[in-house]
Nanobody, 116 residues
Framework: VTVKESGGGLVQPGGSLRLSCVGS????????MKWFRQAPDKERELVAE????????KYADSVKGRFTISRDNSQDTVFLQMNGLTPEDTAVYYC??????????WGQGTQVTVSS
């Protein structure tokens, strides 16, 4: 089982990034997919989640209206489109696949830095 994020990097305030996460070794379309982030000296927080079929999406209040989560089950991929980035969005972003209980897998994370 692997969960692999990509798309992080350095962006100026107000800019955009699109994160991708590919899952393999499990039935991707059966899993809720979630994006978490962890900033230095802060707890990991849930940023966005999407149901297995993509019809339910939830966002943290801090990113509502700026971030959009989506998925392509034909490509076993979940995306996080991030617009209007601020320095407070700087963190390591982690992808999580969750089907309950032991069926929960994490990626290694991708760094997002928002700075001028």
């Amino acid at each position: 089982v692997t969960v692999k994020e990509s798309g992080g990097g350095l962006v100026q305030p107000g800019g955009s990034l699109r994160l991708s996460c590919v899952g393999s070794g499990f039935t991707f379309s059966n899993y809720f997919m979630k994006w978490f982030r962890q900033a230095p000296d802060k707890e990991r927080e849930l940023v966005a989640e999407i149901s297995s079929g993509g019809n339910m999406k939830k966002y943290a209040d801090s990113v509502k209206g700026r971030f959009t989560i989506s998925r392509d089950n034909s490509q076993d991929t979940v995306f996080l489109q991030m617009n209007g980035l601020t320095p407070e969005d700087t963190a390591v972003y982690y992808c999580n696949a969750d089907a309950g209980g032991q069926y929960n897998y994490w990626g290694q994370g991708t760094q997002v830095t928002v700075s001028s």
